[in-house]
């Protein structure tokens, strides 16, 4: 990917998660009155917007609620690797807490590392980290056997 205009925007709300995924930990906001998880990240909290939100790590872990194979690559940067797939993984923590992400074979493998045939909603799955500058390390996922 060379266009970083595609790389997600730090600021000082989401900038928590950033540094979770650079330090290889899954991140997510919680209310600290009603204990429910927020993503993505908010500048106020949904349930108590009185409390601020409080960053809580997670196990990185979960499902595979819905996936996807774009066609055509609707980026540019991303037309060398289509097809490719992207997953939206249900956390174990809390079920309606969704992730976008893309599935790969294993650490450091491409975003097409795996058939679009061979990935079903259900599969369980857990996060790994793939570093693509000094800011952004993003989160992707293999599956959990």
Known sequence: MTDTTLLPHIDEVNQPFWQGCREGILRV??????GRMIF??????PWSPRDKAEWQDVCGRGIIWSVIEPH?????????????N???VELE?????????????????????????DIHIGTPVRVIF???????TLPRWVRDS
């Open 29 to 34: 906001q919680q209310c600290p009155t009603t």
């Open 40 to 45: 993505p990240p908010r500048p106020v909290n």
């Open 72 to 84: 055509p690559p609707l980026m540019l940067d991303f037309a060398e690797l289509a097809p490719y």
């Open 86 to 88: 992207a997953i939206i």
């Open 93 to 117: 923590e809390d079920a309606s807490i969704r992730m976008v992400g893309n599935l790969v074979s294993k650490p450091g493998a491409a975003i097409n590392s795996i058939p679009y045939d």
């Open 130 to 136: 793939e570093k693509i500058n000094s800011e952004i």
